[in-house]
Each structure stands twice: as C-alpha cells, then as structure tokens.
C-alpha cells in the first residue's frame, strides 16, 4: 500500500521528553523516554518521497532536547522537499544564538509555546518559573531580532478567558508576526466559558483589524483546506492520520494508527487507512472544511469510542467556539 499523496501536514513528534508539564498538552501519554531513531527518519523520507509540497511541523516533547536530531532532519526535508515549510515548535528554553543563526538559514518558521504574560503561562505550563518565563521572553525576541518568522500559538484554557487581551497584548508586544488564539482541546469548556471565549475573540479580531501594530491573529486553521490528512508521527515510529487521536488515551488512540516507521520498513494498517480515507473523502464533499472543522471531525470519531460525559460536554462546548472563531475569522479577518 502507499500513501496519499495529498498530505498536509506531517507532523513529526521526534521525542515524548520535554522539561514541562502543561495541563493542556495534546500529547497525554509521554513515556518522556522515547526518541525517533535516524532509521525511522530515512523510512519516513521514503514514504513522502512521492509527496511533493507539505508542511513540515517539528515538535515534540520539547525537540530542543535533541538538537542533533532536529538539524539533522531539517537538512533532510532542505534537500528532499526544498519547496515546503518547515515549523518548529519548541517551548524555547533551550534556544541559542546559534540555533536561531541555523533555523533561519534554512528558513524554518518558529512556534514558541508561550500563552502571554508570566501568571497565565505559569498556571498551565508546569515548569515554567518566572525566570524560565523570562528567558523564553528573551529568546523570542532574539529571534524575532534576528528576523526569523516567529508565531506562538496562545492556548487559552476556559478559566482564563478573562486574561485573553492582556495575554494577547503582551505577545503582540514582542513583535511577533502573528498569533494564533486557540482555545484548550479536551478542556472543560461550559456554556459560559465558550460564550466569553467567543465574545473576547471577536473583540480581538476586531482589534487586530483596526491596529498599526505588527502583529496580527492569525485566521489559518479556519482556512479551506482541500482533501487530505496529516501524518503524525510519534517517537514510537507510529503514525496517525491527525492530532486529535494524541489527546485520548492509548487504548482509544491506538486504534487510528494507520502506519507504523520501523529502522527497516514501514508497516500499513491497511483496511484502517483505507476506511479512514473513506470517511474523509465524505467528508470534504463539503464546501469549505477549515483544518480545524477536520481536526473535529478526526476527534468526534475518537470521541464515539471514549464516550465520557464530560468530556463530551466540554468538546461539544469547544466545537461552538471553532464554528463561532470560522464565522469571525472570515467577517474580520
Ligand atoms: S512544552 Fe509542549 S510538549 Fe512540553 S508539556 Fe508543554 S505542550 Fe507538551
């Protein structure tokens, strides 16, 4: 079997080890052990080779950890996908003069993880003391300095509504290119915390609309995306068609893994990939699906096997926000 060849995004988790603990993390079951081996890299390579234009997201656990891995692989997608992005998403306290002089050299785009100001960050990053919170504040803004493409994603968690501006504020002050306001995936979301999320971000789209200021929010994932699916790969080597799956435990996630990266070959669910292309292709029979109404539509699938009550309240809560943040990304932004 191969691949389709309409990948959007591949998304690669080189390693579950990160030196934080955010209560959001959509990865919920790192070992923090587990690193992809150069072997499971070469097969990937091999897998995209017919794929000509993707967007390369790096990540992990905190893939600053294995900085040799990182450069390697993106000295692999330079030569073999010359014509796609590469996003690395990092919590930067690892980050170097010399790993921006590199990223940027290889025109990698940056993703810090950052929510705002030190108090929101610290509540839902485990780990992030006010002087990590200030070193990660200075190494964005050396790479912002250093003319790099920088763009945190600002996870807010439905207790934290209230701070959003500030939070946004305070980012947009470091002169970031854009940010990408995201409300918590699996969060406990409720009929009055979605409603403020919404109403904050309608505010703030306004906001940036109307603003000199630089720094804008960023409408992407409610863009129309054509068909297609991710790759995500975990260090494990294996491969899920979206990042929704991360978020449930293993027992319910393990049953989307449609391929699996060894050192030596690659290994297809072959009846499981095919039915999920199924459901795909009816699913972009629709007009207009964004990248986040896929991502629902991956996590809606999840969800029937979980079936947990709350759970399944505060998605339905979070899957309101998405279709209110479509609506205003379009009018607004
Ligand atoms: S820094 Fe990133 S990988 Fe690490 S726990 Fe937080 S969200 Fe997860």
């Known amino acids: 079997m191969r691949i389709s060849p309409l990948i959007k995004h591949c998304w690669i988790f080189i390693t579950d080890r990160c030196q934080l603990d955010c209560d959001y993390c959509f990865f919920r079951t790192k070992t923090r052990t587990k690193t992809l081996t150069e072997g499971q890299v070469r097969q990937l390579f091999g897998l995209l080779k017919d794929v000509r234009k993707i967007e390369f997201v790096i990540s992990g656990g905190e893939p600053l950890l294995q900085w040799?891995?990182?450069?390697?692989?993106?000295?692999?997608?330079?030569?073999?996908?010359?014509?796609?992005?590469?996003?690395?998403?990092?919590?930067?306290?690892?980050?170097?003069?010399?790993?921006i002089r590199f990223l940027r050299k290889h025109r990698v785009l940056l993703e810090p993880g950052i929510d705002g100001l030190a108090e929101t960050t610290a509540k839902h990053r485990q780990g992030t003391s006010l002087h990590r919170h200030r070193k990660i504040c200075e190494n964005v803004k050396?790479?912002?300095?250093?003319?790099?493409?920088?763009?945190?994603?600002?996870?807010?968690?439905?207790?934290?509504?209230?701070?959003?501006?500030?939070?946004?504020?305070?980012?947009?002050?470091?002169?970031?290119s854009r940010?990408?306001?995201?409300?918590?995936?699996?969060?406990?979301?409720t009929a009055d915390s979605a409603r403020d999320f919404i109403e904050r971000y309608r505010r703030l789209a306004a906001f940036s609309r109307s603003t000199?200021?630089?720094?804008?929010?960023?409408?992407?994932?409610?863009?129309?995306?054509a068909f297609g699916h991710d790759l995500v790969v975990l260090p494990s080597g294996d491969i899920l068609p979206n990042w929704t799956f991360l978020t449930f435990p293993p027992k319910i996630r393990d049953k989307f893994f449609i391929m699996k990266l060894d050192d030596d070959h690659v290994l297809f669910?072959?009846?499981?990939?095919?039915?999920?292309?199924?459901?795909?292709?009816?699913?972009?029979?629709?007009?207009?699906?964004?990248?986040?109404?896929?991502?629902?539509?991956?996590?809606?699938?999840?969800?029937?096997?979980w079936g947990r009550r709350c759970a399944t309240e505060g998605f339905r809560h979070y899957r309101d926000i998405c279709r209110a943040v479509k609506t205003i990304d379009r009018s607004l932004l």
């Not at 940010?179 to 979301?189: G, Q, S």
């Open 212 to 225: 000199s200021l630089k720094t804008k929010l960023c409408p992407c994932y409610s863009r129309p995306m």
């Open 179 to 189: 940010i990408d306001v995201h409300p918590a995936f699996l969060a406990p979301w």
């Open 68 to 99: 040799d891995l990182v450069a390697s692989l993106i000295r692999g997608i330079g030569r073999r996908h010359p014509k796609s992005f590469i996003l690395l998403q990092s919590n930067m306290i690892l980050m170097t003069p010399e790993k």
């Open 269 to 305: 669910h072959a009846s499981r990939y095919r039915d999920l292309l199924g459901r795909y292709m009816d699913l972009f029979k629709k007009k207009g699906v964004s990248y986040r109404e896929f991502s629902n539509f991956n996590a809606a699938l999840a969800m029937r096997q």
């Open 142 to 176: 050396m790479a912002v300095g250093a003319g790099m493409e920088v763009f945190p994603t600002m996870t807010v968690h439905p207790h934290d509504t209230s701070a959003m501006t500030a939070n946004f504020k305070f980012l947009a002050a470091m002169n970031v």
